[in-house]
């Protein structure tokens, strides 16, 4: 059984900074691409960056490009997102999912096959 649990969202001013992390657990990591998805009231989840197996390979939105950066710890099972320059236009739930058939990089929300239950970022202008 798959699990990911993420955590470190919560209430910042615009122009802050959070880092948010998510652990797994289960038998799929190391070998496995991960993304990082939000998503805002009333609109549909959407991509914000995703990482490849091995950590050399990411791929960002254009929204967050430059401000965000997504790194994983394969020795801790843990991948995060650091968020920097934060807009209230970031305000959303953020998910992490796993691509359990695939090392490789992906922005479509329909090829990661387990999610978290998400984390709500806040930022107040």
């Known amino acids: 059984q798959v699990q990911l649990v993420e955590s470190g969202g919560g209430l910042v001013q615009a122009g802050g900074s959070l880092r948010l992390s998510c652990a797994t657990s289960?038998?799929?990591?190391?070998?496995?691409?991960m993304g990082w998805f939000r998503q805002a009231p009333g609109k549909e989840r959407e991509f914000v960056a995703t990482?490849?197996?091995?950590?050399?390979?990411?791929t960002y939105a254009n929204s967050v490009k430059g401000r965000f950066t997504i790194f994983r710890d394969n020795a801790k099972n843990t991948v995060y997102l650091q968020m920097n320059s934060l807009k209230p236009e970031d305000t959303a739930v953020y998910y992490c999912?796993?691509?359990?058939?695939?090392?490789?990089?992906?922005?479509?929300?329909?090829?990661?096959?387990?999610w978290g239950r998400g984390t709500q970022v806040t930022v107040s202008s």
């Open positions: 289960g038998r799929i990591f190391s070998i496995n691409a």
């Open positions: 990482i490849n197996w091995s950590g050399d390979s990411t």
């Open positions: 999912a796993v691509r359990s058939q695939s090392r490789y990089t992906s922005s479509t929300v329909k090829e990661y096959d387990y």
